[in-house]
T-cell receptor, first 112, second 118 residues
Framework: ETGVTQSPTHLIKTRGQQVTLRCSSQ?????VSWYQQALGQGPQFIFQ???????GRGNFPPRFSGLQFPNYSSELNVNALELDDSALYLC???????????FGQGTRLTVV | AQTVTQSQPEMSVQEAETVTLSCTYD???????LFWYKQPPSRQMILVIR??????QNATENRFSVNFQKAAKSFSLKISDSQLGDAAMYFC???????????????FGTGTRLQVTL
């Protein structure tokens, strides 16, 4: 158990819709990162939040956005869903400067 | 940009035997971290072992050990006395130490699926 929980566990959306995925981090973790893991691939870094501000981003378009809240929870929002957005989305929390990232169990998003 | 390559999509090992999973990476940085993560069917990434690049000594964690060859940019994972519970996807990952923000970014390989047979 990592103490990081994600909701929902599974989700089905229609192309063009918007989706919000949620992550609850461990108390005291001031960073949260989101990753997209397509089937048969390794996770790809989407972005990281630190103290409620985005402070690092991977090669993902602006329709991928996030929020981090003071209560150690965070959200990943994806607008104008495309079929290729179907993937497992993982959040990982930690403390800036520490090496270990603690992962949640992921949300499986299917876009039809 | 850093890249991580795992050239073995699948590996199989008999229970109680030893298996080695391969990983190579590419970077121009001199200081960084390398990790092996395990992803069981529950999907949650679990840290298996970590290696700091400035340390020459290979990291060990119980039955898990690494062979870190910095000049060759190679980072293999050895699992000794394999158990049925070791069956999972294993991902090699790289993390830069430069700056903040994306410095926490993990760059993953494509993974190796390990099967453990009786």
């Amino acid at each position: 158990e990592t103490g990081v929980t994600q909701s929902p566990t599974h989700l089905i959306k229609t192309r063009g819709q918007q989706v919000t995925l949620r992550c609850s981090s461990q108390s005291g973790h001031n960073t949260v990162s989101w990753y997209q893991q397509a089937l048969g691939q390794g996770p790809q870094f989407i972005f990281q939040y630190y103290r409620e501000e985005e402070n690092g981003r991977g090669n993902f378009p602006p329709r991928f956005s996030g929020l981090q809240f003071p209560n150690y929870s965070s959200e990943l929002n994806v607008n104008a869903l495309e079929l290729d957005d179907s993937a497992l989305y993982l959040c990982a929390s930690g403390r800036l400067g520490n090496t270990e990232a603690f992962f949640g169990q992921g949300t499986r998003l299917t876009v039809v | 940009a850093q890249t991580v390559t795992q050239s073995q999509p699948e590996m199989s090992v008999q229970e109680a035997e030893t298996v080695t999973l391969s990983c190579t990476y590419d970077t121009s940085e001199s200081d960084y971290y390398l990790f092996w993560y395990k992803q069981p069917p529950s999907r949650q990434m679990i840290l298996v072992i970590r290696q700091e690049a400035y340390k020459q000594q290979n990291a060990t964690e119980n039955r898990f050990s690494v062979n870190f060859q910095k000049a060759a940019k190679s980072f293999s994972l050895k699992i000794s006395d394999s158990q049925l519970g070791d069956a999972a996807m294993y991902f090699c990952a790289y993390r830069s130490l430069l700056g903040t923000g994306t410095a926490s970014k993990l760059t993953f390989g494509t993974g190796t699926r390990l099967q453990v047979t009786l």
